[in-house]
């Protein structure tokens, strides 16, 4: 059995993080979530080499190139069809994961990683800019998978006082994605004109040492149970990442889950939407994944550069102080993971979003102050810094985290269809939209992000339930006291079954898969 560790899980208990919960959980955000943030960056240092390439092709082909107008809807394209795969592969992951399981799906969706590397990799030498576009699109498609499967298997194979430091490792990876990005294009590395393909294409790496080491670790042991009614198989799979604990006590949880569900199998969408009964869960995260995009961290990543240059750092420099954000966005995801298990994901969601509504509102202050005070651009900076920080200390991860524990394992697919597709729409649509509010509103336009933030802030504050060091069924309970049902409203004899209300899901009760406690241990 794997090495075990020994971190603090609250003031109260000690937890066990064995060296397998860690492989995994730093497996898969290296060769998935750290694709999202590497993604999303890399095509910032070569747009000019970009568009260049573009414009000789079609030069190439024509006899005349691209009017500015054209070129700049080409490239625009290329940046914003990785939004667009992302929608479709947040749409696809509920069948995936039902079809092939949570580690079964990343797995087998590397093989996105390999085509769209090989596209974006050789097409400078086949002289085609379709090549770039397409493969930026088959990314997105496999980003919008991982940024919703990564965190429901971390979710369900982490015992419940480490869902929420697993549930954060990606988060940082996906920083370090973005960061990764911003040094391999300086000038000095992958930065020249010559190396864009490269730069494009060495996704590769990651997803390729994932592949070779992923498939030893077994599924989530939920899916087994639950939705593959593999008893021994769970068996083997809890013992793999738990170590000397009695893995009977979460048997009966998963059974108490099972139970309480109307059925084992996956709801759709719709069937989740016309569900009263989880009504709050779906608002809540649909407010906290919209939030996350709507926040405006898209737009401040976008202006960085415009406010360091107001801020009087030279030109030459500004690409090392911008890369020096991605080492922000690391510290402050660094800092989440380890104290959401010791402060809750309340306080960081809530905490985040109103340092990020604080300082978007610093933004337009010290950028319509600043002609008459010069101090203020520094304070225009330090409140790009406060963004970044606040965003990747909480919003970047803990909605995703939370999407898995508002949920039960027949509600969790659909749950994140939902949390994902509104985050890429969201993301599409600052991204369309910024360039014209902040051409309408001007220095303005981080006040809609402001009232957002603080918004976003307010709702957690007051709707969402603290959800740490509690199983799944206790959060659905927390949150039946919100709806309209009674606590009890009939009981399940040892002798028969009747059908019964359940708190927070209305699930019909009848005959589920059970385990006695030898056959827990081999």
Known sequence: MAEEVLIPSSGKITAHLTGSLLAVAFLTSFGSS?????????????????????????????????????????YSLTVSVFAIGGLLGSLVVGMLVTRFGRKGTVVNTSVLVFIAGSLMGF???CGSPEMVIIGRFITGIHSGISLSVVPMYLGEIAPK??????????????????????????????????????FLSVVVVPTFIQLM????????????????????????????YRAKCNIQAEIEEMQEEQRSLSSVETLSVWKLLRDD??????????????????????????????????????TPEIQYTTAGTGIIEIIAGVIGCFTIEKLGRRPLMVGGFAMMGICSAGITLSLILQVHLLFMRYISVGCVVGIIAGFCIGPAGVPFLVTAELFKQSHRPAAYIVGGSLNWVSNFTV??????????????????????????????????????????????????????????????HVDHLKLKKMNGYGGMEHASLELDSSSSVP
């Open 277 to 314: 009964t989880v009504r709050w869960q779906v608002l809540s995260v649909a407010v906290v994944n919209i939030g996350m995009q709507l926040s405006g961290i898209d737009a401040i990543w976008f202006y960085t550069n415009d406010i360091f240059e107001n801020a009087g750092i030279p």
């Open 431 to 492: 991204g369309f939209v910024f360039p014209f509010l902040q051409m309408a509103a001007g220095s303005y336009c981080y006040l809609v992000f402001a009232t957002v933030c603080l918004s976003v802030a307010v709702y957690v504050y007051v709707v969402i339930p603290e959800t740490k060091g509690k199983t799944f069924m206790e959060i659905s309970r927390m949150f039946s006291k919100k709806e309209a049902v009674p606590e009890t409203q009939g009981l399940i």
């Open 161 to 198: 006082n480490l869902r929420g430091f697993l549930g954060l490792v990606p988060s940082i990876f996906i920083g370090t994605g973005v960061f990764t990005a911003q040094i391999l294009g300086l000038h000095e590395l992958l930065g020249k004109e010559e190396h864009w393909p490269l």
């Open 34 to 74: 750290m694709l999202y943030g590497y993604n999303l960056a890399v095509v910032n240092s070569p747009a000019v080499y970009i568009k260049d390439f573009y414009n000789k092709t079609v030069v190439s082909r024509n006899g005349t190139g691209l009017s500015a107008d054209t070129l700049t809807l080409m």
């Open 123 to 125: 097409s400078r030498i």
């Open 213 to 240: 080491l992923l498939p030893w670790f077994p599924e989530s042991p939920r899916y087994l149970l639950m939705e593959k009614h593999n008893v021994h198989a769970t068996i083997t799979a809890l013992k793999w």
